[in-house]
């Protein structure tokens, strides 16, 4: 049965599409079946895969929604192996719609468990915001992955997010573990990028992905193109690196979760919300 990996980070601008996107190409490149649910009303991991978000009729919406069956939104997407749920312009009032309804933290649950048999990992892209539409991600997922930036800031907000995340295993889901941190904007011309790689890898230890992901042209360069950097650009470092975080998952998380660590929070919670005052970069 799939794993279900929620991209969380309510901080925009940290590369969490970019990483979900991209992730889920290279995963699909190893073989493996990949669904990626797009439940940010921008709808950036939806055109990344390839898909004009003005094209697209029923998508994550209308699932929650109730009006449409899992079976009749999932579309295939540019990259071999990754299928998509996507977003449109109508998932940006979803949360008040939903806010009425009785089980409103568990309607992203029911809809992928009709379908998790069928996938190897189901990514979901949450927005950046802490709203109703993140909760249901973090209540239908497994592990909860946070892209993080290498900028002065990364960790800065991050006590509100860790707070989400023990009220969801508190309340809602307690099987949901902090399972890894992605380092993404990487720019390693400056001191305080090599800082802040430093100070997260002391506070997380071990649930920081060896591979950081470097500042890159390509990378941002390929949303516009509808392509994730595997097939824009096969050659980039941005690829190779993407390439290498897969491997690391896989390494991580196929073998049905074995050797998670269970006291994540606590190593989360004692982390800094930003970097200490004076660090400058070079």
């Known amino acids: 049965m799939g794993q279900v990996f929620s991209l969380c980070n309510q901080k925009g601008g940290v590369g969490k599409t970019t990483t979900a996107v991209n992730l889920a190409a290279a995963l699909g490149m190893c073989g493996k079946k990949v669904l990626v649910v797009d439940v940010d009303p921008q709808g950036n991991a939806t055109s990344g895969l390839g898909l004009n978000k003005s094209e697209i009729g029923a998508g994550a919406y209308e699932l929650l929604s109730g009006e449409i069956e899992v079976s009749e939104v999932v579309v295939p997407t540019c990259v071999t192996n990754v299928f998509l749920i996507p977003s449109n312009s109508h998932l940006a009032g979803a949360e008040i719609e939903l806010i009425q309804h009785d089980s409103r933290e568990y ?78 904007m990487a720019d390693f011309r400056t001191n305080l990028t090599q800082q ?41 470092r941005g690829a190779k690196c993407y390439e290498e975080i897969a491997r690391e998952f896989l390494s991580r998380f196929s073998a049905a979760g074995s050797g998670l660590r269970q006291d994540t929070e606590s190593e989360i919670a004692s982390a800094p919300r930003a970097l200490p005052h004076g660090r400058s970069g070079s």
């Not at 109703?132 to 973090?138: E, F, G, I, Q, S």
């Not at 802040?196 to 390509?218: A, G, L, M, W, Y």
């Open 107 to 184: 309607i992203l649950r029911s809809v992928l468990e009709r379908v998790c048999g069928e996938y190897d990992f189901i990514l979901v892209d949450c927005p950046p915001s802490l709203g109703l539409l993140t909760l249901n991600a973090l209540v239908a997922s497994d592990q909860m992955i946070i892209p993080l930036q290498c900028e002065y800031y990364a960790l800065e907000g991050l006590g509100q997010l860790i707070q989400t995340y023990q009220l969801v295993r508190d309340k809602l889901n307690p099987k949901l573990q902090i399972s890894g941190v992605i380092l993404t």
């Open 196 to 236: 802040v790689i430093e100070d997260v890898r002391n506070h997380f230890q071990d649930k920081v992905f060896k591979t950081v992901i470097p500042r890159s042209v390509k990378i941002s360069e390929a949303p516009s193109f509808g392509k994730p950097i595997a097939l824009y650009d096969p050659h980039s």
